[in-house]
């Protein structure tokens, strides 16, 4: 069963670090572009950064742009968000994808890992 496994969550100062991973099984990564998305509590989920097949082009939401990095080893089968210069607002579950921005199309989606920035 093509499934998706996030990693990496947890709680962090504002201003510091964080690293997520994504592992698929049952399914090819390297045949989807991926995404991040993340939710707030009482706020919808929002697509926040995107990667090509090859990994040769991204996307991010002008939110996170400069402080969030995505990248993606299609041979460990596995995505990675790198998080830098967390602020409180960045606080939310995160979910990765295997698509971009249109939801309603995405065939596999992770559980969710939580991130929590606070101090």
């Known amino acids: 069963q093509p499934q998706l496994v996030e990693s990496g969550g947890g709680l962090v100062q504002p201003g510091g670090s964080l690293r997520l991973s994504c592992a698929a099984s049952g399914f090819t990564l390297a045949h989807h572009a991926m995404g991040w998305f993340r939710q707030a509590p009482g706020k919808e989920r929002e697509g926040i950064s995107c990667i090509s097949i090859s990994g040769n082009i991204t996307h991010y939401v002008e939110s996170v742009k400069g402080r969030f990095t995505i990248s993606r080893d299609n041979v460990k089968n596995t995505v990675y968000l790198q998080m830098n210069s967390l602020k409180p607002d960045d606080t939310a579950i995160y979910y990765c994808?295997?698509?971009?921005?249109?939801?309603?199309?995405?065939?596999?989606w992770g559980q969710g890992t939580q991130v929590t920035v606070s101090s």
């Open positions: 994808a295997a698509g971009c921005w249109r939801v309603e199309v995405i065939p596999y």
